[in-house]
């Protein structure tokens, strides 16, 4: 079974407006860690948000948030007020405490920015 | 702070011949993590390392590829014979230490390596 799964292959969005982008994860771990990284084309991958699962608010970092819902096992990701400089692959990853702590991502969501 | 260096950028060999990438840390990370990343895909991780012992390489194709980390500083990951599948991006990570709490992982730019 896929342990992170993202659903949404592409999302387009309008400049200025907010996006979510779905990531649903599988574990049986009670601790773990849920990540989201930035991929632009220039092939970095940049860490823009983590949510622990006892962190019982949602984690924010600038125009990034963390939506949390433990018992759905999501953790989207929310960017408020697109930039063009935010079209990207955005990928969830999740870091489990019984699995020598690697990161596990998803197949990733390519976002669009319209100007 | 300077980020997570790779060379080269890139890189095209033909199936068979051998190919080596090098990475270097954020200054005092101990923890290193090689990822393979096919077009399409998510990152999937090679090897990992804290200091200069292997962590977990339980994904490592061991007959082809080879890592290591003598210092515990920079890392130098090999392929020899590469197979036309081995064509991804390879990129390297770093995180402070390995325990405790949750660190964060900061990639280098990666490795673009096309096997013809």
């Not at chain 1, 096992?73 to 960017?79: E, F, G, T, Y």
């Not at chain 2, 390489?57 to 197979?83: C, H, N, Y």
């Not at chain 2, 390297?92 to 660190?103: M, V």
């Amino acid at each position: 079974a896929q342990k992170i799964t993202q659903t949404q292959p592409g999302m387009f969005v309008q400049e200025k407006e907010a996006v979510t982008l779905d990531c649903t994860y599988d574990t049986s771990d009670q601790s773990y860690g849920l990540f989201w990284y930035k991929q632009p084309s220039s092939g970095e991958m940049i860490f823009l948000i983590y949510q622990g699962s006892y962190d019982e608010q949602n984690a924010t970092e600038g125009r990034y948030s963390l939506n949390f819902q433990k018992a759905r096992k999501s953790a989207n990701l929310v960017i408020s007020a697109s930039q063009l400089g935010d079209s990207a692959m955005y990928f969830c990853a999740m870091r489990e405490q019984g699995s020598a702590r690697q990161l596990t991502f998803g197949s990733g969501t390519q976002l669009t920015v319209l100007p | 702070e300077a980020g997570v260096a790779q060379s080269p950028r890139y890189k095209i060999i033909e199936k068979r011949q051998s190919v080596a990438f090098w990475c270097n840390p954020i200054s005092g990370h101990a923890t290193l993590y090689w990822y393979q990343q096919i077009l399409g895909q998510g990152p999937k991780l090679l090897i990992q390392f804290q200091n200069n012992g292997v962590v977990d390489d339980s994904q490592l194709p061991k007959d082809r590829f080879s890592a290591e980390r003598l210092k515990g500083v920079d890392s130098t990951l090999k392929i020899q014979p590469a197979k036309l599948e081995d064509s991804a991006v390879y990129l390297c990570a770093s995180s402070l230490t390995r325990t405790p709490g949750w660190e964060t992982q900061y990639f280098g730019p990666g490795t673009r390596l096309l096997v013809l």
